[in-house]
């Protein structure tokens, strides 16, 4: 079992930055990609939630969604077991909660952008992006 806790979530004005970070624990000794997803209020619970992107276990690879490349960026530190999100010149649609997930099926083997399911999943850290 790996448990995945996000924070970093807030307000923030439109054009400016957050970084999420999301700390695993539990069996992290074996490799496991990582991906950032995203859900906006109003959606139903337990539905569907958009990819942002994903890293490898070595953090060499990522890959994003067409939407945010170029502005956010995921990394990785695996001394401390943590990835972040760092998300700059945010906009006001991109109000959502915002999950982290593992992949441990995969190991080293992790191809990015394939879409994998994932094993692993965070609570969630609300996002709000103000006009």
């Keep these: ?8 979530g807030g307000l923030v004005q439109a054009g400016g930055s957050l970084r999420l970070s999301c700390a695993a624990s539990g069996r992290t000794g074996s490799p496991y990609a990582m991906g950032w997803f995203r859900q ?5 619970p337990g ?3 958009e990819f942002v992107g ?7 690879e990522s890959w994003y ?7 956010f960026t995921i990394s990785r530190d695996n001394i401390k077991d943590t990835v972040y999100l760092q998300m ?3 906009e006001p649609e991109e109000t ?9 099926d995969y190991g080293g083997h992790y191809q990015v952008g394939k879409f994998y399911e994932y094993n ?3 609570q969630g850290t609300q996002v709000t992006v103000s006009s």
Excluded: M
């Excluded at 079992?1 to 970093?8: C, F, H, M, P």
């Design 120 to 122: 692993y999943w965070g």
């Design 40 to 44: 906006a209020p109003g959606k139903e």
């Design 65 to 71: 969604e067409d939407s945010v490349k170029g502005r």
């Design 1 to 8: 079992q790996v448990r995945l806790v996000e924070s970093g």
């Design 47 to 49: 539905g569907t939630r």
């Design 54 to 60: 994903d890293i490898n276990w070595s953090g060499s």
């Design 88 to 90: 700059n010149i945010l």
């Design 96 to 104: 959502a909660f915002y999950y982290c997930a593992a992949n441990a």
